[in-house]
């Protein structure tokens, strides 16, 4: 990959992660005691711009962010990483995002999201950004902000030469005018399932939903596929790239270390498979980890990870 510091605009939400360790996740209606309690930094849009600053980038996040000491911390935190944070609205009428989240000791992990303020980003705060597109390599978004608002990002990119990268979750119904703005769609096994309408158990599985994303209108499909790697399919090949065997303790960051990852190597240039297999070690890495953007490696680390694992 090309060593220069790759353009990438993150349009998506900000939360403050509100974590509890559990001996195991609570079924309906269980009250279960936890090992301890933890505040992080999370939201998607924000994780993914955290993961693709510390992997060298120049990231600028489009997010919509309360006025509240939630918003306030979150606000120092991307200025602390070197994100930019001049396209950053603060929302006087809504709270900051919030996410609970119960992590078990496999890490496995259960998360319900209140979105507040990213639920009020609109496509007039696309808008008045717009200028930062000129010199973008690529846009990544994902779902935890209104569908309009991603598909006007989207179209502002696409519009402009700018490659878009579309992680769609939480999923949600997509339709084709959306996915002919989208370049590369990243939806996890669970994600595809529910987008395209096939179960996702293996690999098999995984290029039939690719090939289904294809037909639904979107160019190239990587399916994440957790432990098992990923699954990549483009005009010109379609292949399953496996992960490294690491000791899981938290999973959480496991898809924005990926979709961070992905996308600065697409900026750079790499190839689809290369690319695939750099995020791939970044989210290895980063489920080794606790957290959210704690979790979130840097460049230097993924190197040496995959040079001891090689």
Avoid: Y
Wanted: include cysteine; charge should be negative; proline fraction near 5%.
């Amino acid at each position: 990959m090309e060593n220069t510091s790759p353009q990438i605009i993150v349009v998506g939400s900000s939360n403050t992660d509100l974590v509890v360790r559990v001996p195991e996740l609570p079924r309906p209606g269980e009250t279960l005691l936890g090992l301890d309690f933890q505040i992080h930094a999370g939201g998607k849009g924000a994780n993914q711009a955290v993961a693709a600053r510390r992997l060298g980038a120049t990231v600028t996040l489009i997010a919509n962010i309360g006025v509240d000491s939630f918003g306030e911390a979150s606000i120092e935190r991307f200025r602390a990483e070197g994100i930019r944070v001049g396209a950053i609205a603060r929302d006087r009428e809504a709270a900051s995002g919030v996410a609970m989240i119960w992590v078990s000791e496999t890490g496995e992990n259960s998360i319900v999201v209140a979105l507040g303020s990213n639920a009020r980003l609109t496509p007039q705060h696309v808008e008045d950004a717009s200028g930062v597109f000129q010199n973008a390599d690529v846009l990544l978004t994902q779902l935890e902000t209104p569908l309009p608002t991603v598909a006007f990002a989207l179209r502002t990119a696409r519009s402009i030469g700018v490659r878009t990268i579309l992680n769609p979750a939480p999923a949600t119904p997509l339709n084709s005018a959306l996915l002919a703005d989208v370049d590369w769609i990243t939806p996890n096994e669970t994600e595809a399932a529910r987008i395209a309408g096939i179960e996702v158990r293996n690999v098999s599985d995984a290029a039939n939903a690719a090939t289904a994303l294809r037909r639904m209108g979107a160019r190239n499909v990587v399916v994440t596929l957790g432990e098992a790697g990923a699954f990549l399919m483009t005009d010109d090949e379609s292949l399953h790239v496996p992960a490294r065997r690491v000791q899981a303790v938290d999973t959480v960051a496991a898809g924005d270390a990926f979709n961070g990852a992905f996308a600065v190597a697409l900026a750079r240039n790499a190839p689809p498979r290369e690319a695939v297999e750099f995020a791939c070690a970044a989210a290895s890495l980063s489920v080794t980890r606790h957290g959210a953007q704690p979790a979130l490696p840097t460049a230097d680390e993924v190197a040496k990870f995959a040079s001891q694992l090689a």
